[in-house]
């Protein structure tokens, strides 16, 4: 990446772990909440890395940045989850480069989600970016590349049909309720957290399961409130959990805590109940599970559940290849502009050096000279000729190096790096 000028690191990295090489319990370790990413990008700029965006969602959590050593990116990420080196070693991965780039495509694009075709990654990556942005963590490269995942996530969506039918876990979550549960409209089902993927959840009970009888119930509870007061539904106190687990018929968990919510002590033995576990890291304890009365089933279950439309949605695979393509063509033209944006820079400086001090000699030496006109003619021949030796240096492929070394010789040219 060095030969890009687009940051003082080495390489560029995606660092992760996500369901295709690790389980629930093992992508739990590896999540980040909102203040251990913030904590992380802190970290990361105190040591000197200059470009850093970090998302978490429960299928994956994974770093992008700029680094010499992706040894680094691995141990920011072990050091603010409660992961580790080794496990990492075992169930992460690292993309270098091209590879890396190629792989948030793919990401961005719903092509490497658990449900074929889910968007909601997106919205976290456009999250992640603001985030590394207000921390002052995000260089031109990485706002180019991000913007031109969302360009290709936007017209996979738009152009494909490749999100029809299930395409994300909290919808799996009612199409399984609505598949599995008989007079679904007369159960009373119980929401445990409002996160984004519990919001979601909600949206898709209110749309699909006709039921008048949902309950909210958040650690917070005016947010609880201002869910429950766009679907009319029903909000209690968290300090009323157990109760409300009692009398319920489903109950779905969807909080971000770290460690296990819902326990056995709080369910009763002798009403048969429905648990559906979205949250990561798991929030049911493993013991709920050997309760006779209990089926309880976690997202990564829900997430390989598949509809009729799955077929048809593969088929759109190509057309989503192909449109990320056209993107990844006009990012890769840019990013070769960058091998020689500094040359560029410098040769504008340079004939700026040499415009100021010819109008500085003419103007003394003509009481007539018109300084204003002659700069803004002087301009645009400077314009012009930066224009045609970035258009050579952007043809020139193999001899781009030699001309740039031309160019510095010729002129005398000192270059910076971005």
Sequence with gaps: ?????????????????????????????FNLNIDQRKALLDKAKSIGLTSVVTSSTCNRTEVYAFADQAEVLIDLLCEFSIGDQTTFTQSGYVLENEAAINHMFRVGGGLDSQILGDFEIISQIKSAFTLSKKKGMINHFMERLVNSVIQASRRIKNETRISSGVTSVSFA?????????????????????TGKIG????????????????????????????????????????SELQSEIRSTDILIVATGAQTPTITKELIYPKKDLLILDLSIPKN????????????????????????ETLSKRKAFIPDAEAIIEEVKVEFNEWLDTRKFAPTIKALKEKFKIFQDEELDYQ????????????EIISD???HKITRSFASHLRSANGSTEDSIALLKKVFELETESD
Aim: glycine share 4%; with cysteine.
């Design 1 to 29: 990446m060095q030969k890009y000028n687009v940051s003082k690191h080495k390489n560029f990295y995606v660092i992760g772990i996500s369901y295709q090489k690790a389980d629930a319990e093992t992508r739990g370790k």
């Design 173 to 193: 979550s009612v199409q399984y309720i609505l598949d599995h549960i008989n007079n679904v409209s007369d159960k009373k089902i119980l929401l445990f957290g």
């Design 199 to 238: 919001r979601n959840t909600c949206e898709n009970l209110v749309k699909h399961t006709s039921n008048k009888n949902i309950t909210l119930i958040n650690r917070t509870k005016d947010k609880a409130e201002e869910i429950a007061g766009k679907f009319n539904l029903i909000v209690k106190d968290f």
């Design 284 to 307: 049911v304890a493993e013991d709920v599970e050997g309760m006779a009365n209990v089926k309880l089933l976690h997202l990564d279950y829900l997430s390989q559940l598949t509809d």
């Design 363 to 374: 103007s003394k030496k003509n009481n007539q000279f018109d300084k204003e006109q002659a």
């Design 380 to 382: 645009r021949v400077i």
